[in-house]
């Protein structure tokens, strides 16, 4: 086991969360007393293990307003981008070559969306305004008659700005063109309804609500319309032929649990996590020169992405890292040192893109935590800036 003493208040939770013991719990009996393959039909192993992802299909669907027919398991959501995105372009190509999606999409939207430009397929970015939303006129106006996919997530993965799902649907449907959302911030965290919210398509992933990694699904619209799909992995034709590996209980029982109890809990959390991203903020912007990234309420309760203005921003990490795990950018790019672009579409400059801290709270984050972290936010800032006050100018 790695050491774990002394680690830093974690506050990276749109990166991934820890597991919730109720959740490990409930996967605990299809590792090694109910292991079957649930594609075995001749015995009661088979039977067992195919029960339990019945019932976590009807679940999973239950919680969007799909039906369980309508629910495709993957590994993720970057996998479950890439079926739907993929997948319908592979299926429409007759009907029209144009996708739209917007630019702070995550990564597993875009590049996808820019393999398909290499086959010759066209691809419109949307811009943002500055508080992160879409405008919606922008999204009408990109729409023609060669359009077969729009791509727009629910919630954004670095600044927690919730897009208008309900009327995108809406505007797509009314052109003819297939929706798909990213919801892998939003499932369990905001309501989510297929139905009354125009959606044909829709990624998921168990990770980041307290789930295991390596689960997900991706829900197809069956009825008005039926979206088909070309299949990206072949095999044994599992999962009507979509997405052909044998499932894993664990993780499929494991995710439905974090799903159900994100829901059931939903609205109870999000006043909570409200009301420490408040007390963040209200300790952070006592300083000067700190600005707020996103729309400030229309955003995920636990979301906190700040631009610090006269410092530097890897010496910003450095400084918060002691204390705490947080990230500057999206997770999956800060590989490569480049400024996040998610912030480069809300017209942040290069320098303040670099000096971006996000904060995700979570489910096991406290007052306390928070309290400490702003602490150790406010010295490193104000330190900082000191040691820019004393070098000479050149
Ligand atoms: C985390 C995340 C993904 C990737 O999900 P995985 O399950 O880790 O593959 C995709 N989109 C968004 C918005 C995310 O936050």
């Not at 106006?141 to 996919?149: F, G, M, N, Q, V």
Request: aromatic fraction near 6%; include cysteine; proline fraction near 5%.
């Amino acid at each position: 086991m790695p050491e774990t003493r002394q680690r830093p208040i974690y506050l990276d939770c749109h990166a991934t969360t820890p597991m919730d013991e109720r959740v490990l719990a409930a996967m605990m009996p299809y590792f090694t007393e109910y292991f079957g393959n649930p594609a075995s039909i001749n015995h009661p192993y088979g039977w067992e293990a195919e029960a339990a992802v019945k019932q976590a299909r009807e679940s999973i669907a239950n919680a969007i307003d799909a039906t369980p027919e309508e629910i495709v398991w993957t590994s993720g959501a970057t996998e479950a981008n890439n079926l739907a995105i993929k997948g319908a372009a592979e299926a429409y190509f007759t009907k029209g070559r144009h996708i739209v999606t917007v630019a702070t999409e995550h990564n597993a939207v875009l590049d996808p969306c820019r393999y398909l430009e290499s086959l010759g397929f066209e691809v419109t970015i949307l811009p943002v305004q500055s508080d992160g939303l879409l405008d919606l006129d922008d999204l009408e106006k990109a729409l023609r008659e060669d359009t077969i996919l729009v791509s727009v997530m629910a919630a954004n993965n670095e600044i927690g700005v919730l897009q208008s799902i309900e009327s995108i649907g809406e505007i797509c449907h009314d052109r003819g063109v297939l929706f798909h959302t990213d919801a892998a911030q939003a499932i369990g965290k905001i309501p989510l309804n297929v139905r009354s919210q125009n959606i044909d398509l829709m990624s998921l992933t168990a990770h980041k609500i307290y789930g295991p990694k390596g689960i997900g699904a991706l829900y197809v619209r069956r009825r008005n319309p039926r979206v088909k799909l070309a299949p990206q992995q072949h095999g044994g034709g599992h999962e009507r032929g979509l997405r052909s590996g044998t499932l894993c209980p664990p993780q499929i029982v494991g995710f439905a649990k974090a799903v159900e109890l994100g829901i059931s809990e939903m609205s109870e959390e999000t006043q909570r996590l409200t009301q420490l991203r408040q007390r963040l903020w209200n300790k952070l912007s006592q300083l000067d020169g700190i600005y707020l990234n996103g729309h400030p309420e229309r955003r995920l309760s636990g979301n906190l992405n700040i631009s610090v203005e006269g410092v530097d921003g890897q010496a910003l990490l450095l400084g918060l890292q002691p204390v705490v795990a947080v990230s500057s950018g999206s997770a999956c790019t800060s590989a490569k040192i480049e400024p996040s672009h998610v912030l480069a579409a809300l017209g942040r400059s290069e320098t303040l893109a670099y000096a971006s801290v996000r904060f995700g709270i979570g489910r096991f984050n406290t007052a306390e935590e928070i309290d400490l972290a702003a602490e150790q936010a406010r010295s490193t800032i104000e330190s900082l800036r000191r040691v820019t006050l004393l070098r000479p100018q050149a």
